[in-house]
């Protein structure tokens, strides 16, 4: 299975700023995706993060609000811009191998006030 | 009508006990079925992934697939207090969206 990491592990941030959050892979995967998960509630798809293409993006999701990085095989960022307290949330990637089994991160806390 | 549901529990037995934990779907395309693990403050950790229908086992957890009911399970056998996380479902149709089941809390008591 891959190991995945991610940074910050917890940021507090003022409302109207921007977050940017990093995924480490420690080996090549066919897709990375990102991940919101409201306390107590169940996973959201914000987006499948594209290798040296434009990120697609699930319904309710835009590129304004949530940019995607996928430089190459192995990292992906995801930036939370111009922050609300409503986007206070876990963040979490993810990554699937030729195997279809789906890994994630420990997920990156983010509280905005 | 969601396409996954699970009960969100929370659900709390006795060390030693089996745990049964359920999903419905609505969606008969759906091929792929997983169950993940999350403790708390954690990322959720694949703990079960099986193809189609029939039975997987792997140590005290055995996951169970009836495609004709859209019924899933997970069983845990020998409940121990380290088993206490919320416990997802997952389902895709192909190498696409996954789309998970609410969680379900669980809690063993020592």
């Known amino acids: 299975s891959a190991v995945i990491s991610q940074k910050p592990s917890r940021d507090i941030c003022q409302r109207g700023t921007s977050l940017t959050i990093q995924c480490q892979v420690d080996?090549?995967?066919?897709?990375m995706f990102w991940y919101r998960q409201q306390p107590g509630q169940s996973l959201t798809l914000i987006a499948t993060a594209n290798q040296g293409s434009e990120a697609t993006y699930e319904s309710g999701f835009v590129i304004d609000k949530f940019p995607i990085s996928r430089p190459n095989l192995t990292f992906s960022t995801l930036t939370v811009s111009n922050m609300s307290p409503e986007d206070s949330s876990i963040y979490l990637c993810s990554v699937r191998d030729t195997s279809y089994e789906q890994y994630f991160g420990p997920g990156t806390r983010l509280t905005v006030t | 009508q969601k396409e996954v549901e699970q009960d969100p529990g929370p659900l709390s037995v006795p060390e030693g006990a089996i745990v049964s934990l359920n999903c419905t779907y609505s969606?008969?395309?759906?091929?792929?079925f997983m169950w993940y693990r999350q403790y708390s403050r954690k990322g959720p950790e694949l703990l079960m992934y099986?193809?189609?229908?029939g039975n997987k086992e792997d140590g005290r957890f055995t996951a169970q697939v009836d495609k004709s009911s859209k019924y899933i399970s997970l069983f845990i056998r020998d409940s121990q207090p380290s088993d206490s996380a919320t416990y997802l479902c997952?389902?895709?149709?192909?190498?696409?969206?996954?789309?998970f089941g609410s969680g379900t809390r669980l809690s063993i008591r020592p």
């Open positions: 080996s090549q995967v066919t897709m």
């Open positions: 997952a389902m895709s149709v192909s190498a696409s969206k996954i789309i």
């Open positions: 099986t193809y189609s229908s």
């Open positions: 969606n008969s395309a759906f091929q792929y």
